[in-house]
């Protein structure tokens, strides 16, 4: 079956350390896309990507990066981690640029 | 940019009561709408979505939506919860533009007691 995936599930970093967040998908969808959850915030976009070589910055992009070289990965980097980014984050895909996305597991990231 | 309000942050229901979780969003143009449900330790799953036609809309699990265009307003009900209904509920907003906007509200929490 088709899914997607997150790794690691969990991390815990230091400030200031570079961080790289994996999601994989299966799906064959070009669209891909990277959320953030905190409470009393619900999920906030990050970055998303259209296919290979596109990348869009979201509502919370800043301190993220993303690069995607094939159609089944888009790994999210925290160049130089904060306090402020410890949170979940969560991968999606899906088959069009608006419509229902498909949600990995998600990694809880902690940032000390 | 537009914005989305989930209007009860937790509700607490008796197996059985009826379930309605409000939803309103702020946005000029046409969006496709979305109520997702996450299950305690799990990932997001689609409830149901609303992109055009019969603006009442059947989801899984017994759900459904009703968008009021007049009302920006895309209300999820249930008129039987069950124990296994709890959980977190996010609306979920995208406007048909070229630059993804994807908002969701900041959840709420769906308590059911057995």
């Known amino acids: 079956d088709a899914e997607i995936t997150q790794s690691p599930r969990h991390k815990i970093t230091e400030t200031g350390r570079q961080v790289t967040l994996a999601c994989h998908q299966t799906w064959n969808h070009n669209n891909m896309f990277w959320y953030r959850q905190d409470l009393g915030h619900g999920l906030r976009l990050i970055h998303y990507?259209?296919?290979?070589?596109?990348?869009n910055k979201g509502e919370v992009s800043d301190g993220y990066s993303v690069s995607r070289s094939n159609t089944e990965d888009l790994p999210l980097t925290l160049e130089s981690a904060a306090s402020s980014q410890t949170s979940v984050y969560f991968c999606a895909s899906s088959p069009t640029q608006h419509g229902e996305q498909f949600f990995g597991p998600g990694t809880r990231l902690t940032v000390l | 940019a537009q914005s989305v309000s989930q209007h009860n942050h937790h509700v607490i229901l008796s197996e059985a009561a009826s379930l309605e979780l409000g939803c309103n969003y702020s946005?000029?143009?046409?969006?496709?709408l979305f109520w997702y449900v996450q299950y305690p330790g799990q990932h997001l799953q689609l409830l149901l979505k609303y992109f055009s036609g019969d603006p009442l809309v059947k989801g899984i699990k017994g759900f459904e939506a009703e968008f009021i265009k007049s009302k920006f307003s895309f209300n999820l009900r249930k008129p039987s919860v069950q124990w296994s209904d709890t959980a977190e509920y996010f609306c979920?907003?995208?406007?048909?533009?070229?630059?993804?906007?994807?908002?969701f509200g900041a959840g709420t929490r769906l308590t059911v007691k057995p």
């Open positions: 990507s259209y296919g290979v070589q596109d990348t």
């Open positions: 946005y000029g143009g046409t969006v496709n």
């Open positions: 979920a907003v995208n406007g048909l533009y070229n630059n993804n906007d994807m908002r």
